[in-house]
Each structure stands twice: as C-alpha cells, then as structure tokens.
C-alpha cells in the first residue's frame, strides 16, 4: 500500500490489514474501534478545558464531589477522572468483551473476555491548565498476558491516533471536515519509520536531575555532545509522538523512585518503538546497583494478577536503537 495513496477510516483500514490468522481479530478490532470512537468526546472536552459540563450532562457522567488521588497520591484533575469514565462507559456499554480494564483512575474491573486492556486517560494531565500537548496511552493484552497492540492518541493542533500491530505502526488523523456527511473519524495518514541516528536528534530526559547517579548524567552529556536537541515537556505522549517522527530518545530516570508506570505507559510505547525496530530499557536502581530489564522481562498481566500489579514503576529509555544502545557502551 503506498503510504499517501488511501485515506480510508480505521476500521476498513484494520480489517484490510489485520491477517485472518490473527487471534480474535474481531474482538481486538472492536476494541480499538470502541476505544478511538470514545477519545472523540475527549477531545471535545479537552477543548472545553475544566468547563466540560456539556458533555457530562449528554453522557451522564457525575462531577467528582471529592479529591481524588491517583497511586502516587496525587490531586487528579478533573479531566483525568472524566476521560477515564467516558472510555470506560464506551466499553461497558458497548459489545466489547474484556477481561479487564485497567487505568490509574480506578481498581481494574474485571471481565470474562479474552482481551485485557491498560488506559492511562490524559497522559501529561498537569499540561492540560497551560494548553500544552497531552494524549491517552493504550496497550490491548492477549489471554497469556502478553501485549499485542499499543496505540496513542496525542490531542494537539490535531488529534491523531497511532496504532503498532502485526508489525506495523500506523497514524492516522481525526477528520472533523465541516462537509463531512458522517460523524468525526480517523482516516489512514501514513505508516510510521522512526529514525534511527546517533547524532543530530532530539532527547527528552526527565526526572529530578539533583537525584541522578553519574551514568545518568554522563548519558545525558554524551547525547548533548553528539548534537541531540532538548525537546523535554512533560508530556510522555507528547515527547514520544516527536521521537517517533525525527528519532533520539525518552528518558525517565530513577531519581531516586521511578515514576512512570510500565503496563500503562512503558509497555504500550515500547511496543510501538519495538515495532518501529527501536528499543526500550527498564532501568531500576536499587542498594547503588543498576539493574536493567528489557519488555519481554516483564510478568505477563493477565485476569489473575491485574490487580497486584497493575501500578508497578521503573524508570527507563526508549526511543531509537542506536541512540538507546550508547547507554549500554557507559
């Protein structure tokens, strides 16, 4: 397929291009669909900013009377809370069978499907008062708990959704055309290549800098002296979506606790940049020793153990494989 040469909706573009071989490829595809359709109210909202009453009323959905806090104990903006309720309602209410939903809004909720699905709702929800570029994360994980699809959709000057699976990564772009006869869709822009440079890109390093250890900052100087730009916002979506277009690195160190949690946002990334032939790091720092672990090293998550470890932490890097493997040359 010629990457400019269709613009077909999502859901054609998943039948075409999801083998019959693949298992319960319909029950995936509902899934992905049910999920993207529901980010369309999301970026109404965000739009709307904290003043989202509309679409509480139309989607009966209550306003939060209380401080919720997330796992880190966190305040939780009110767009975090309602976009993890108008996705979760969109599934609940839907055909979709799951084995279960799980989000840092929420304890998992439990199904009987075959599919488990991990949703972090706003990633870089603190951006959303100062109009900077936030997304929601998600990874689909088959019956043995191994993750099988991740996509995002970032909601910028835009909203676009990208998608991995089967070895392909795939971006499309949400038309809301005023002669549009239908409702709002993501159309097919382009399949995804990451570059893969060791010089000349961008690196986005976050953590508390005053807490790193000396590989940490000699890392971040090896990067700076090979001409990588500081592109850093807060937005693990946000950044991640620019490595995708021009290559470089994330980077989230442990300074001294590691906050970035791995089956909400890790994972799902680090199956899009695996699929796009880059890498993805795990790094822990535990007693002045380094241990780091790759995405395979990871316990499958599954029905049974959703709920034990669903919030689990590591710090990281992943981006393009060879500016990933000069951390391994420290």
């Given at each position: ?95 979709v069978s799951f084995s279960f939903i799980a989000s840092e809004e929420s304890e998992p909720v439990l199904g009987d499907g075959t599919f488990g699905i991990t949703i972090d709702p706003v990633d870089g929800s603190s951006n959303v008062a100062v109009n900077r570029t936030v997304g929601t994360i998600v990874g689909i994980y088959n019956e043995m708990g191994k993750i099988v699809c991740g996509f995002y959709v970032l909601y910028g000057i835009f909203t676009n959704l990208v998608l991995a699976i ?165």
């Amino acid at each position: 397929m010629n990457a400019k040469s269709e613009k077909i909706k999502l859901s054609r573009w998943l039948e075409r291009y999801i083998p019959h071989s693949f298992p319960n490829k319909g029950e995936i595809i509902e899934i992905i669909e049910t999920i993207a359709e529901a980010t369309i109210p999301v970026r109404g909202l965000l739009e709307r900013g904290i003043t989202s009453r509309e679409i509480e009323h139309r989607m009966n959905i209550k306003r939060p009377t209380y401080d919720s806090k997330n796992i880190f104990e966190e305040t939780q903006i009110h767009e975090d809370i309602l976009t993890h309720s108008i996705i979760l309602k969109a599934l609940n209410e839907g055909n979709v069978s799951f084995s279960f939903i799980a989000s840092e809004e929420s304890e998992p909720v439990l199904g009987d499907g075959t599919f488990g699905i991990t949703i972090d709702p706003v990633d870089g929800s603190s951006n959303v008062a100062v109009n900077r570029t936030v997304g929601t994360i998600v990874g689909i994980y088959n019956e043995m708990g191994k993750i099988v699809c991740g996509f995002y959709v970032l909601y910028g000057i835009f909203t676009n959704l990208v998608l991995a699976i089967n070895g392909k990564v795939a971006e499309f772009i949400l038309d809301t055309s005023p002669y549009s006869m239908t409702f709002y869709h993501y159309v097919f822009q382009e399949l995804k290549i990451m570059p893969n440079k060791e010089e000349k890109s961008i690196r986005c390093v976050g953590g508390d800098i005053t807490q790193w250890i000396d590989k940490y900052k000699n890392y971040e100087k090896l990067l700076m002296n090979r001409r990588f730009k500081d592109r850093y916002s807060g937005s693990f979506v946000g950044d991640f979506h620019a490595i995708v277009n021009y290559g470089g690195i994330y980077a989230y160190f442990p300074s001294p606790n590691p906050k970035i949690r791995v089956y909400y946002e890790w994972l799902p990334l680090a199956f899009i940049t695996k699929s796009l032939e880059g890498e993805f790091i795990a790094l822990e720092y535990l007693n002045k020793k380094e241990k780091i672990k790759y995405i395979e090293d990871f316990e499958p998550l599954k029905r049974d153990n959703v709920k034990k470890i669903h919030s689990l932490t590591y710090g990281g890097i992943l981006g393009s494989k060879k500016a990933v493997d000069l951390y391994l040359t420290l």
